[in-house]
């Protein structure tokens, strides 16, 4: 036995003796125990520590590796309308309860309009029913259908003849469609992802030109 641990023995039984000494005789039988289990008197701590395995980070497919393994791509002929119709559905009743609409939806003039603007910009738009209602380019004007891709630059809809069509967010005006109401949106004010949408705050005051 080394001098250290004869030391930190010696110290060990000198602090339990005079607890002992101390506390209720009703307490003295727990003493030693309560002490070993607490603090560990008269043990040596070792000198190895036990390194805890690293968690590995999990890596998420960059943009550039979702479009390589097509992602992003949607076969012409691969959808048909009447399956996407329960995804609108699912969004009239979730863009409904996300704008708290009731009855009616609040006036242009009203304390509720910026509020109500906001979270629509920052709303999910996959399911919407979107129909072009102004275009630079002529060929894209009355296409209409359903949104299942929602880009940073585009729109792609469904039609009603089960065709998938790219809509430039910049080039156009859309008239989206919630129940009987119709809601005009300028595309150039939604090109970014989704995802960072939702961490933006749109301008007050914008200009309504293409």
Known sequence: MSTE??????????????????VPKS?????????????GLAKKRS?????????????????????ALGFYNIPKDS??????????????????????????IPERNSKNWESFTQTFYKADLHGA???????????????KGICIMDTKNTFKILSEENIVTTLPKKECVFEISLKDWKLTLFGKHFCSKPADRSNKKMKNYLYPEL
């Open 27 to 39: 307490n003295i039988e727990n003493v030693e125990g309560d002490l070993k289990a607490n603090f």
């Open 129 to 143: 029913y979107m129909r072009v209602v102004e275009s630079k380019c002529p060929s894209y004007v009355f296409k």
């Open 47 to 67: 000198s190895t520590k036990i390194r805890k395995p690293k968690k590995k980070k999990v890596r998420c497919l960059t943009r550039i590796q979702k479009k």
């Open 79 to 104: 959808l048909r309308y009447i399956d996407i119709l329960p995804l609108n559905k699912l969004w009239t009743d979730y863009i409904c309860e996300v704008l708290e609409i009731k009855d009616s």
């Open 5 to 22: 641990e004869s030391f930190s023995q010696g110290s060990a039984r000198a602090i339990i003796s005079f607890l002992k000494s101390n």
